[in-house]
């Protein structure tokens, strides 16, 4: 089965400091990997996706990730944070096709300290 | 303007009285989803759909029904049987190519009092 685990609940970083929000999956075949942003009452926005290739995605609002097969990890980055980027933030883990179910972690919540 | 739309935004029920939430997209999109959310839980599936007129249970589908007579629509019915309905309710719908992904509406909050 697969799944997602984001050890961090709450991650708090100060305006213009640097982020990395984690992420380790569990995939039986090659993963299909997601970072999505949610702020509070809204729906979730796709950052970025993984699906085959280069390792670093890149993705929108300076968002960046690394896949990294050998430890199981799709951890997301940004050099410099703004306070608009102080949301949950979920990883997620499916296949390409088929029935298309993604795991989604529990989520991460960033707060921006200004 | 492309998107998925979910009404009403907040919604409020007494306990044991069914409700229906509704879900519309117009990206023409095969598949959709119904997900609840509670705090610190992430997104649960509920029930999804790959075609017209077939849905299959998620992970939490008990006290919950659904029906998809058309591609576009996608309504969750929340019944006096679901024992903790007060939650999240997001849905979501993505096309059946390679590479596709999921694309969410805004969410609709259910209070149950």
């Known amino acids: 089965a697969q799944s997602v685990t984001q050890p961090d609940i709450h991650i708090t970083v100060s305006e213009g400091a640097s982020l990395e929000l984690r992420c380790n999956y569990s995939?039986?075949?090659?993963?299909?990997l997601f970072w999505y942003v949610q702020s509070p009452g809204q729906g979730l926005q796709l950052l970025l996706k993984?699906?085959?290739?280069?390792?670093l995605v890149q993705g929108i609002k300076g968002f960046e990730a690394e896949f990294k097969r050998s430890q199981s990890s799709f951890n997301l980055r940004k050099p410099s944070v703004h306070w608009s980027d102080a949301a949950e933030y979920f990883c997620a883990v499916g296949s390409s096709g088929g029935s298309y179910i993604p795991t989604f972690g529990r989520g991460t919540s960033l707060i921006v300290h200004p | 303007d492309g998107g998925i739309t979910q009404s009403p935004k907040y919604l409020f029920r007494k306990e044991g009285q069914n409700v229906t939430l509704s879900c519309e997209q117009n990206l023409n999109h095969d598949a959709m989803y119904w997900y609840r959310q509670d705090p610190g839980q992430g997104l649960r599936l509920i029930y999804y759909?790959?075609?017209?007129?077939?849905?299959q249970k998620g992970d939490i589908a008990e006290g919950y029904s659904v029906s998809r007579e058309k591609k576009e629509s996608f309504p969750l019915t929340v019944t006096s049987a679901q024992k903790n309905p007060t939650a999240f309710y997001l849905c979501?719908?993505?096309?059946?190519?390679?590479?596709?992904?999921?694309?969410f509406g805004p969410g609709t909050r259910l209070t149950v009092l």
């Open positions: 993984y699906f085959s290739g280069d390792t």
């Open positions: 995939y039986g075949a090659t993963p299909y």
């Open positions: 979501a719908s993505r096309g059946l190519a390679l590479g596709d992904t999921q694309y």
């Open positions: 759909s790959q075609i017209v007129n077939d849905f």
